[in-house]
């Protein structure tokens, strides 16, 4: 238990320098909402979990009340997933989504611990297509996903766990940044 901890705060240090940039992303989501936009969020596994986490903060509320945020975590239709797996292949199953629900100006928030999930990469190139902005949340630098997004975190830590974890406290600050953009308050 205390490796792990110490990996976690060692991933917290090197990750705090990423606080401007999650701040800037708060403030042209705030920006994306204001003109109508979405949000839309992928990945798989623990990964997913983290993408309907963050969309799950947006539709409901973070720390205070505010109005519901457009917001899908693309694997939560099941329905829908498992038509494009199975009509598709599952390396289609976010991009397909991604083209029935983007449009230009929103937001795609990719996660990938690996950052080289090839249906996470997939949605990613979908979204450009769209003119969908593009974020990465991924584990360490270089992958394809950092590369290919138009922004991105990558978290340096020792084990995917600690790479989550992370992600969560991104996920959390980005909610944060959101929501002092939007002027909310207790």
């Known amino acids: 238990m205390e490796d ?7 991933a917290a240090r090197r990750t705090r320098e990423s606080a401007p940039k999650i701040t800037a992303w708060g403030r042209h989501l705030a920006g994306v909402f204001e003109a109508g936009g979405k949000l839309l969020a ?3 596994g623990g990964s997913a979990a983290e993408a309907q986490h963050l969309t799950g903060e947006l539709v409901g509320r973070f720390r205070h009340e505010r109005r519901p945020l457009p917001a899908i975590a693309l694997h939560a239709d099941t329905s829908a997933t498992t038509a494009i797996v199975n009509d598709y292949g599952d390396h ?21 611990t690996s950052g080289g999930s090839q249906n996470v990469v997939a949605a990613a190139k979908a979204a450009h297509e769209l003119g969908v902005t593009t974020w990465a949340l991924t584990g360490p630098a270089p992958n394809p996903l950092a590369a290919l997004c138009d922004d991105a975190v990558t978290v340096e830590a020792p084990t995917v766990a600690t790479v989550q974890e992370m992600h969560l406290a991104l996920v959390h600050g980005l909610c944060a940044a959101l929501d002092d953009a939007l002027g909310v308050t207790a």
């Open 4 to 10: 792990h901890l110490a990996a976690l705060a060692e």
């Open 92 to 112: 289609e199953v976010f991009a397909r989504q991604v083209h029935a629900h983007g449009r230009p100006g929103d937001v795609l928030v990719c996660l990938s």
């Open 42 to 44: 992928c990945g798989n």
